[in-house]
């Protein structure tokens, strides 16, 4: 709509599941940019293009993902596609945020795991793992900005800091603390930890909505106890029945049960994007399990970031990974372990958000934001910030000093992530040509190395 045009007078015509399916499926393969970017390409297209749904409907229903564990983008897709069409709507909008990223995260995981040694491929994630530092740190700090308003929220996301570097404490005890901090200030200083960012301004001109501020709430969004045991018994009904199946089969200490139970246990952590859980992930897939080292989780980080979806497909990657190298399926079927083991974790990861709209979404068509639900969420995101900045510690010390051994920096992989840093912090470069510089970098420092004398 142009911009000197009046805004429409009617709202458009009824949408088919049809219709939706097909819009769905591309924002499956253009969501990059992780989910600002998601969510702004749907408020593009959702609120402003196609009028489906009105903005203070889309932020009424943002709001309610954020305060979710879980990638907010694809609960947000998941939320409007089940206000539109019912159950089926609901899952077919998730499924299709999540399927394109599956999939080419598992032929980009093959390539690497197949090709890595290749000096090429090799040289190129020496470039990315730098870039990977970087990102994670301006993810620290774009969070931080965020949330970290006043002294109170600062001293939690310090606290978190000391708690994973000084006491080695593990990430769901940390959560847990700062959710009670939360609770208990959301009561007694409501204004400390009001939540931000979500709610803003809502701007009008856009025209009439399909489903528009005061349009009646959809018969099936209505709230029911019925509805809800429904929902709460499918979802876990469907857990528990894939979860006997893998132990059925290869029994409950087997690699993909044990997948299965800690990618469950991670969907409940995701507060704050991805990059909140991924020390937890580290702690679990690196060092508990071994599925895979800690070098390949940085270079899986950097896969994830160039693929569209959630940046927590990267679980898919690990999944990947872990599942060539324990070849769930024998030696002679790598490839199929590793697409299966993929395609298990995803399963776990995500499942937890659908019984979280499908189940609350009639909640929230009648709840709106209140200091009680979003204290919690506001302490555990500034908790979440301290961490990160701890993970970006963690990565940097692996680049840097690639032995262990502090005598040993290796100079020019510095060099590459404090030039990866300006980048990002002073001259906001993107995440995809920052991946690419970095890339490039690594592959012309390994063939500057490899030249004689």
């Known amino acids: 709509m142009p911009f000197d045009s009046p805004p429409p007078t009617a709202p458009p015509s009824p949408v088919s599941l049809a219709q939706a399916l097909r819009f769905w499926l591309k924002l499956g393969f253009i969501s990059f940019g992780g989910p600002a970017g998601q969510i702004a390409i749907m408020h593009t297209e959702l609120v402003e293009r196609r009028r489906w749904i009105s903005e203070k409907r889309f932020l009424h229903?943002?709001?309610?993902?954020?305060?979710?564990?879980?990638?907010?983008?694809?609960?947000?897709?998941?939320?409007?596609?089940?206000?539109?069409?019912?159950?089926p709507g609901g899952l077919l909008a998730g499924a299709l945020f999540v399927l394109p990223s599956l999939f080419i995260l598992v032929g980009l995981s093959w390539?690497?795991?197949?090709?890595?040694?290749?000096?090429?491929?090799?040289?190129?994630?020496?470039?990315?793992?730098?870039?990977?530092?970087?990102?994670?740190?301006?993810?620290?700090?774009?969070?931080?900005?965020?949330?970290?308003?006043?002294?109170?929220?600062?001293?939690?996301?310090?606290?978190?800091?000391?708690?994973?570097?000084?006491?080695?404490?593990p990430f769901p005890l940390?959560?847990?603390?700062?959710?009670?901090?939360?609770?208990?200030?959301?009561?007694?200083?409501?204004?400390?930890?009001?939540?931000?960012?979500?709610?803003?301004?809502?701007?009008?001109?856009?025209?009439?909505?399909?489903?528009?501020?005061?349009?009646?709430?959809?018969?099936?969004?209505?709230?029911?106890?019925?509805?809800?045991?429904?929902?709460?018994?499918a979802g876990l009904g469907l857990w528990l029945a894939v979860m006997a199946a893998l132990v059925a089969w290869?029994?409950?200490?087997?690699?993909?049960?044990?997948?299965?139970?800690?990618?469950?246990?991670?969907?409940?952590?995701?507060?704050?994007?991805?990059?909140?859980?991924?020390?937890?992930?580290y702690q679990g897939a690196v060092e508990q399990h071994q599925w895979?080292?800690?070098?390949?989780?940085?270079?899986?980080?950097?896969?994830?970031e160039t693929t569209p979806g959630p940046l927590i497909m990267v679980v898919a990657f690990v999944g990947f990974v872990g599942g060539w190298l324990q070849q769930v399926l024998g030696p002679e079927a790598r490839f199929?372990?590793?697409?299966?083991?993929?395609?298990?974790?995803?399963?776990?990861?995500?499942?937890?958000?659908?019984?979280?709209?499908?189940?609350?979404?009639?909640?929230?068509?009648?709840?709106?934001?209140?200091a009680r639900f979003t204290a919690p969420l506001t302490a555990i995101t500034a908790a979440v910030v301290g961490v990160i900045v701890q993970l970006a510690l963690f990565f940097a010390w692996h680049v840097v000093w690639p032995q262990g051994r502090m005598d040993e920096p290796d100079l020019m992989a510095a060099a590459i992530a404090v030039a990866a840093g300006l980048a990002l912090f002073r001259w906001h470069v993107g995440v995809l040509p920052l991946l690419a510089g970095c890339g490039l970098a690594g592959l012309a420092a390994s063939a500057w190395r490899s030249l004689p004398g």
């Open 336 to 370: 199929l372990s590793g697409a299966l083991a993929a395609t298990v974790v995803t399963f776990f990861t995500f499942l937890p958000s659908f019984i979280f709209i499908l189940a609350g979404g009639p909640l929230v068509e009648s709840t709106h934001g209140q």
């Open 111 to 169: 390539v690497y795991i197949a090709f890595g040694q290749v000096p090429v491929v090799a040289g190129i994630f020496y470039g990315l793992k730098p870039a990977v530092t970087a990102l994670v740190l301006h993810a620290a700090h774009r969070i931080g900005g965020r949330v970290l308003r006043n002294g109170w929220l600062w001293g939690i996301a310090i606290a978190a800091f000391a708690a994973m570097v000084l006491l080695e404490l």
């Open 250 to 281: 290869q029994g409950w200490h087997g690699t993909l049960a044990q997948m299965g139970w800690f990618f469950t246990k991670a969907a409940w952590l995701t507060f704050g994007g991805a990059y909140a859980v991924l020390p937890y992930v």
């Open 174 to 233: 940390i959560v847990l603390a700062a959710a009670l901090l939360g609770h208990v200030g959301g009561r007694r200083a409501p204004s400390v930890f009001a939540l931000g960012g979500a709610g803003g301004a809502v701007q009008a001109g856009f025209g009439p909505a399909l489903i528009d501020d005061h349009t009646p709430t959809p018969a099936h969004a209505r709230f029911s106890r019925l509805r809800l045991a429904r929902v709460l018994a």
């Open 292 to 304: 895979l080292s800690g070098p390949q989780m940085m270079d899986g980080l950097a896969l994830g």
């Open 61 to 87: 229903a943002l709001n309610y993902c954020m305060v979710l564990p879980g990638p907010e983008a694809q609960q947000l897709a998941t939320y409007i596609g089940w206000l539109l069409h019912r159950t």
